[in-house]
Every structure is written in C-alpha cells, then in structure tokens.
C-alpha cells in the first residue's frame, strides 16, 4: 500500500511540475553566431537557419510560391527596400523571370540589425549574385525610419 501511495505522489509532483513547466513564456528565438568577423559566415547561418526552408539551399525558391534570390532586381537592387521586405515581410504578388509567386513572407523584426545585414550580404553574394554588403547600420537607419511611420 506505501508503494502506490509513493507512486501516486511521484506521479502528482511530476504532473504539477510539467504542468507548472508549460505555463512558462515562451522563450524568444536566438540565433548563435559562430566566432567569426566574416558577414558571409555568419549571413549563411542565418539563412539556414530562417530563408533556406523557402528560398532553398541553392537559393532558387519554390515555383509559383516563394521566388528565387538569384539575379533578381529584389535581390541585387535598391538595399533599403530589401531591408525593408526582411523587417516587414512580403504580401504581394509578384513577377521575377516571368513566373508568379504569391506566398507570404513573415516579418522578420525579431532579427538583430547585423543578423539582417549578415544574411543579406549573404543572399546578395551567392548563387551567383554580385552585388556590395548590408551593413548594420544602413538596417539600423532603415528599421528607425520604418518605426516612425
């Protein structure tokens, strides 16, 4: 009889723990850069970690869904408005190489402004793009004058 009624309580303790345990807030999403000065090291892991399910690895995107980053005006033109797309997401439909994409990209705000420039430089000189670096601080003045509104 002791050994149920120790079970039982067992039982009772861990089931108030997790139940404790669940109710805690969510804790933000981080990603961890490696030690590295190199934006395109670091620009890579957060594209692995964030774009890559979307975009793809070789940066092609999903036909008639998410478009490519390869040699794109979005990509390899005017940085504040793709800066701006990252921090605010995208709902248009849009036409790149004659095809249509409709699917939704999610703001990314929660992002830090290096992690922003980071991968950013990394999508603008990948896959065969040539185009100059995102740094922090042209996300910085972007984010800034995009809160103002």
């Known amino acids: ?24 807030k969510p804790v933000k999403r981080v990603i961890h850069h490696r030690v590295s000065s190199s934006p395109m090291v670091r620009g890579k892991i957060v594209y692995n970690s964030i774009c890559l399910a979307c975009h793809m690895a070789d940066g092609g995107g999903v036909p008639n869904m998410n478009p490519p980053l390869i040699n794109t005006d979005y990509v390899l033109g005017n940085k ?12 248009e439909d849009v036409q790149i190489n004659g095809q249509s994409f409709s699917n939704n990209m999610t703001p990314h705000k929660d992002l830090k402004d290096r992690q922003i420039a980071d991968v950013l430089t990394y999508v603008r000189k990948s896959f065969g793009n040539k185009a ?12 800034a004058a995009n809160t103002l509104k």
């Not at 504040?80 to 709902?91: A, C, E, H, Y």
């Open 132 to 143: 100059s670096r995102i740094t922090a601080l042209e996300v910085k003045k972007v984010r």
């Open 80 to 91: 504040t408005r793709l800066i701006k797309i990252v921090l605010n997401g995208f709902k």
């Open 1 to 24: 009889m002791a050994l149920k009624r120790t079970a039982f309580l067992v039982f009772v303790i861990f089931f108030s723990l997790t139940s404790i345990y669940a109710q805690v």
